[in-house]
């Protein structure tokens, strides 16, 4: 039944974004579009991706794979939260860092990648 009712807004917004101007369609396709899953950003890498890349490199069911890529991301978030730096070669170094004072702090994290040239030089 959800899916009935999706697919009726979906139809409907479409049908009235076809009908109006151009600047009110682009505003209502963005609208639209906030959270599904079909419009992909060709620079965007989700965790099915990585998945699927690990499992096929490394000859290992997607099952494993699934649950050491989670651990890993999971394990990465704590030590980031508890403000720890973070070095992965080849990838380089994530640090926390505190911006702001008082009841504005925020905390930012700053990634330094491993220059390539750094990554030939052990290679050769």
Request: charged share 35%.
């Amino acid at each position: 039944m959800a899916t009935k009712a999706k697919t009726t807004q979906k139809t409907s917004a479409k049908s009235a974004i076809s009908e109006a101007p151009d600047e009110v369609a682009e505003l209502d396709l963005a609208d639209e579009t906030i959270g599904q899953e079909n419009i992909s950003d060709p620079n965007l890498i989700k965790k099915k991706e990585i998945y699927d890349h690990v499992s096929v490199s490394t000859g290992l069911r997607k099952r494993d794979v699934r649950e050491a890529v989670d651990s890993m991301l999971e394990y990465l978030h704590s030590c980031l939260s508890d403000g720890k730096t973070i070095q992965m070669p080849p990838l380089g170094k994530i640090k926390s860092v505190e911006r702001g004072s008082g009841d504005n702090i925020k905390m930012h994290y700053k990634l330094m990648l491993k220059k390539t040239n750094d990554i030939e030089k052990k290679v050769d």
